[in-house]
């Protein structure tokens, strides 16, 4: 960008101005001229354009400048720009960089003009730099970091809420380092539970507030946590009062280096909601129970879900999609998410249960409700009935006698045995209109309905449409 600094004052001249430029001919100042601006004017004492040279492609509106006034070629904010530069052209002050707009079709043109008078002050050169490029880069350059600013602070604000949310936890948490053991984050919880005044726990040695006998305990942990997603919780002794605590290392990476997300639990501190009689029997009841939270994250599950899904223990289930376990991939809990909110719950969805490699699942019957709220939380109780469908006697169950008991079917069943319920169905309707038609003329039903009696002997039977025993057509 032109600034001040691209003025000739206080610049040290030529040592051999006259030597080098004496003998300049007309050709040769004229093509110093057209380098030294990409608009270059030829004015004379009142200001009039005698001549002009710039590149037409990129200036197509100068074409008529040539006989106009300098001043009437610009926007009106600009004109005083321009009667100050030829003021001070006419006294042979030193000049300055200043920018003019010349309006076009297409938007002002900006250009930045310094005013040199020539032929002993008889005619005044006007050089001219483009500043549209410029300008562009400016632009580019406040809208990053008008983004930049935005992102900052978003980025401020979700800190201070999640800072929030780590102070306030009940929940004792500290964030140590993976190779020293070192605390770098504890809540308030924490210190309360470690006995240590506020904000005194932050640079200390995790191991100092924990019993001997159990440090080895806890090295496992540390390790196992380095290694692995799936690390069980371990009770461990603490210090004070050498009570005993459970637990929990979660690894995580951060600025290239590996820290641990520590909770620990204090044992036979169970709240009021955790031994309510309600949990205790969900827990133990035999149909599988999961609660998830608003994106379908599981958020806990009782033991007959963690043994479904062949887990070792609920631990490894939290913050894991419930669609890796239940439903064809894309559809069956989208279907399910759409009859709770139309409906308020699912009932008796019939879905698979997959479990490790297994892509076709086994069968499952699985109902649904939603805890009111934006951020409400879902209740999924799921049952296999793959035993009761083996154990189902041959046969067809009732079919559906309209296109709207078909629709129920979505979600319920597949796309394959949808077809083919609705296929029965056609075929079902066709037969009993084709009896009406014919007065219940058995015969002449089989012959407008392209069928060999024996055909639709057959399928009367299968539809249970009439005893065939001691009938004459």
């Not at 005013?115 to 005044?124: A, P, Q």
């Not at 055909?455 to 039977?461: M, T």
């Amino acid at each position: 960008m032109l600034t001040r600094k691209h003025s000739i004052e206080g610049k040290n001249p030529f040592g051999k101005a006259a030597e080098l430029f004496n003998t300049l001919d007309a050709e040769a100042a004229m093509k110093l001229a057209m380098v030294a601006g990409d608009v270059t004017l030829v004015l004379d004492d009142t200001g009039t354009i005698l001549d002009a040279a710039y590149d037409p492609r990129e200036f197509p509106a100068f074409g008529d400048w040539v006989g106009s006034n300098w001043i009437d070629t610009v926007t009106d904010e600009s004109r005083p720009k321009v009667m100050e530069m030829l003021a001070a052209a006419r006294r042979g002050e030193v000049q300055h960089w200043r920018q003019v707009n010349h309006p076009s079709r297409d938007g002002d043109v900006p250009i930045r003009y310094a005013v040199l008078s020539v032929n002993r002050g008889e005619h005044r050169i006007a050089f001219g730099r483009d500043l549209r490029e410029a300008g562009k880069l400016q632009q580019r350059l406040l809208q990053v970091q008008q983004s930049l600013e935005r992102d900052y602070l978003k980025m401020r604000q979700l800190e201070a809420r999640y800072r929030m949310l780590f102070e306030r936890s009940s929940e004792p948490v500290l964030i140590i380092e993976g190779g020293t053991l070192r605390i770098r984050e504890a809540n308030a919880a924490a210190h309360a539970l470690l006995g240590v005044r506020p904000v005194g726990l932050p640079g200390k040695k995790l191991l100092n507030f924990i019993d001997k006998n159990s440090h080895e305990v806890v090295l496992s942990l540390v390790g196992a946590a380095q290694v692995s997603d799936t690390v069980s919780p371990a009770p461990i002794c603490i210090t004070k009062g050498a009570r005993e605590v459970m637990a929990a290392f979660t690894g995580f990476t951060q600025d290239r280096g590996q820290f641990l997300l520590v909770r620990l639990t204090p044992i036979g501190e169970r709240s009021g909601a955790e031994g309510s009689p309600v949990l205790d029997l969900i827990d133990q009841m035999p149909d599988a129970f999961v609660v998830a939270d608003s994106n379908l994250a599981i958020v806990t599950a009782n033991a007959a879900f963690v043994e479904m899904v062949q887990a070792a223990s609920v631990d490894q289930l939290r913050g894991r999609h419930l669609s890796t376990w239940i439903g064809r991939p894309g559809i069956d809990l989208e279907l399910i998410e759409g009859q709770i909110d139309q409906h308020g719950a699912a009932r008796n969805v019939a879905t698979v249960l997959r479990v490790g490699q297994d892509v076709e699942g086994e069968p499952v019957e699985l109902s649904a409700v939603r805890t009111a709220g934006e951020d409400g939380y879902y209740g999924f109780v799921i049952r296999p009935i793959g035993r009761r469908l083996r154990d189902l006697p041959p046969g067809r169950q009732d079919l559906p006698r309209s296109v709207e008991q078909l629709t129920e079917l979505v979600g319920r069943m597949s796309l394959k045995d949808i077809v083919r319920e609705s296929t029965d169905l056609i075929e079902r309707l066709c037969i009993e209109a084709a009896l009406s038609y014919t007065a219940d003329n058995r015969a002449s039903a089989a012959e407008i309905l392209g069928l060999s009696r024996q055909s639709l002997y057959s399928k009367l039977h299968r539809y249970g449409l009439g005893n065939l025993a001691g009938e004459n057509d």
